[in-house]
């Protein structure tokens, strides 16, 4: 009999990509998955959704067939068929539409960042359509794109030390990537750990997590807020000359604009607005100035409001004028790997194939013009047009990983589309989920341990070796979908490789290295160089750290960070605050679950029963409420039902409730996901005019109790 083995990987469980190891007995199966001691990546660390990665890919609900609907729509009758009649179906109804009406007509969908997003949208842009719908606009885009307009890459929190030093202090802005497991491609056992070494931790959130109750300083400021907050912080570093002088004058250009225009945002200024105090503000901005180096975790809570594009941008503006780009320590742009070609669409957007659009197609984005930085089409545009027909309404889209009557908002916008209007949708994914129980046609999506892939997204500083560790039967990598699906369409100039082995051989080839070669390794380190503006200056217009930006300006936009009170607020809105008195915070992450996924992962499931909402004791007492209590949360725009938490780290007029919930375990095809799904609570009104981001973090609500 063959002795157990450990075979070395790469989880893929959220957005962390953790080394880790799995453990198999003699036959070859996977019985456990530990962290990687020797992972200069994770240094051993995994979380719960890695620790359940088999219990996940071995579920009995796991899709494993291709279905074709064979009832109504949602009567939840379907029937397996071959993969090659699943992609004869494709191939020809999307050669229809894109032959009567265009391409335009067709549309791809997908998640979060996963294995297949070097392949989703140079599929549909290939294909002729512009309309690659993700949910972008609300996670990571805003922070990323900013960056492009105003350093030209995206700078990441050097938190591993590779450069010899460690950040002095560390700013955490919007993120909780340290009690979620990971955030961006940054491992929050990783983050943890350089905040051990740090002198100065100073965290700016609404909530007084366990982060923010160990720092040295907490800003905890009102929902929304978080530009008016960094333009105060900016007009003391400024004010007091705290900048560096040397950095700003050889590599920034707009200082004086900049300065002219934050000094009227003094702490003074911002306390009303913020809730913060005055003397906290100048106490955080003289700590991040004054150590060396500091580096600012940044993360999703600044993508979701009417200012993300706004503060993302001053943020950049902080991080540029206390001289912390691309030092050791500081914020930097990691070095890939050489010798393997790029398949990341953070450092080529080529990836992403808009190069196969014509400026004219381009133009026929739904949404296009919208929002002048939304490199993609607007979910909720999309959604709306699928209902409305303006400006046409699309006839065939593609679900690729994602779960959108969950995680959009107006869910049951996206339900009428799927039910109702589109003639036909695909869906790809894990498990049957509400959005999967509309399609006509739903496919068995690889799990990470059924995958081998070169793992190249969001660490640029490494590539690392996944491997599979699992039989897939007749399951298939959603890369192998598309791959096969190209090819029968034609798009063979966009998918050159005969299959995905060839690919990853492909991407590989200039190491000198097949893909088992680089599989015995597990990783491939970057050669890091620091200060390459010193030689290379800034890949931006003017080649310096844009303060004022030209792109912004040239776009009618405001070139310096303004803020914007946001439209639901008892601020803004004291006539709504009067009925939905409680600011309502969502889509902050939780350990057990990756958004809607891992609800029916039992694990997981007792790691975090029911959906909960966070409410300040004193405020629930008010209401007549304790803990476990069933609850309504109540907007202008519909109501949640949750259970609710006393947490008195939480203002009394501030709720945070859990996102993503449905009941995978109620019959189909709803499997309850209207009850508790907090996105309904929001309506398609009010957007970040730059990049279209949605309040989710800053809008107003009451709670009461659910009696019924």
Sequence with gaps: ??????????????????????????????????GDPDSPTSHGYLC?????????????????????????????????????????????????????????YIALCQGTGRPYTEFTGRFIHALGSPNFVSPGHNCFLPRNIASALTVGW??????????????????????????????????????????????????????????????????????????????????????????????????????AELAAHVAAFSPDWAAPITRVAAEDIRRAARAFATARPACLLWGNGIDTSVNAFQTGRALLLLMAITGNLDVPGGMVRWVPPA???????????????????????????????????????????????????????????????????????????????????????????????????????????????????????HKIWCVLARRSVLDPGEIRDDRDVILALAHRLGLDEAFPWPDRPAYLDWLLEPSGLDFAAFAEKGILLGEMRYRKHEADGFPTPSGRVELASSIMARMGRPSLPIYVEPPLSPVSSPEVAARYPLILMTGCKVLPFFH??????????RLRPVPQVAVHPVTAAALGLGAGDPVWVVTPAGRAKLTLRPDDGLPPDVVQADHGWWYPERPGPEHGWRESCVNLLFGHEHFDPDCGAEPLKCSLCRVEPATA
């Design 596 to 605: 809607s996924e891992g609800r029916q992962i039992d694990s997981l499931r």
């Design 1 to 34: 009999m063959a002795p157990a083995s450990i075979v070395r990987t790469s989880c893929r469980g959220c957005h962390g990509v953790c080394q880790v190891l799995v453990h198999c007995d003699a036959e070859g199966r996977p019985v456990k998955v530990t």
């Design 339 to 457: 010798g393997v070609r790029c398949k990341s669409p953070q450092e080529d957007k080529n990836i992403l194939g808009m190069q196969f659009l014509s400026p004219e197609q381009k133009g026929r984005m739904i949404g296009a013009g919208r929002f002048p930085f939304v490199p993609g089409c607007h979910q909720p545009s999309f959604w709306d047009a699928c209902l409305t027909g303006r400006p046409y309404r699309p006839r065939a889209v593609w679900l690729v990983g994602t779960n959108p009557m969950l995680t959009a908002t107006r869910g049951d916008v996206v339900e009428a589309a799927l039910r109702d209007h589109l003639e036909f949708t695909v869906v790809s994914d894990l498990f049957m989920t509400p959005a999967a129980e509309l399609a006509d046609l739903v496919l068995p999506a690889a799990h990470w341990l059924e995958q081998d892939d070169v793992v190249y997204f």
């Design 48 to 104: 719960p959704k890695g620790a359940a990665a088999i219990e996940q890919a071995n579920h009995p609900d796991r899709l494993r067939r291709p279905l074709k609907r064979v009832g109504p729509r949602g009567s939840g009758r379907y029937e397996p068929i071959a993969w090659d009649e699943a992609l004869d179906l494709m191939a020809a109804t999307f050669g229809t539409v894109r032959r009567e009406s265009g391409p335009e």
């Design 154 to 255: 995206l700078p990441v929190a050097d938190v591993y030390g590779r450069g010899g030093a460690s950040p002095a202090c560390i700013f955490v802005f919007g993120c909780n990537s340290m009690e979620t497991g990971a955030a961006d491609g940054l491992c929050g056992s990783m983050v943890k750990r350089a905040m051990r070494q740090a002198g100065q931790v100073i965290v700016a959130d609404p909530r007084r997590t366990k982060t923010a109750a160990a720092a040295g300083l907490h800003l905890q400021l009102r929902p929304g807020t978080e530009c008016a907050l960094a333009l105060a912080l900016l007009h003391v570093i400024i004010g007091e000359a705290l900048y560096d002088h040397d950095f700003v004058a050889r590599h920034c250009q707009g200082f």
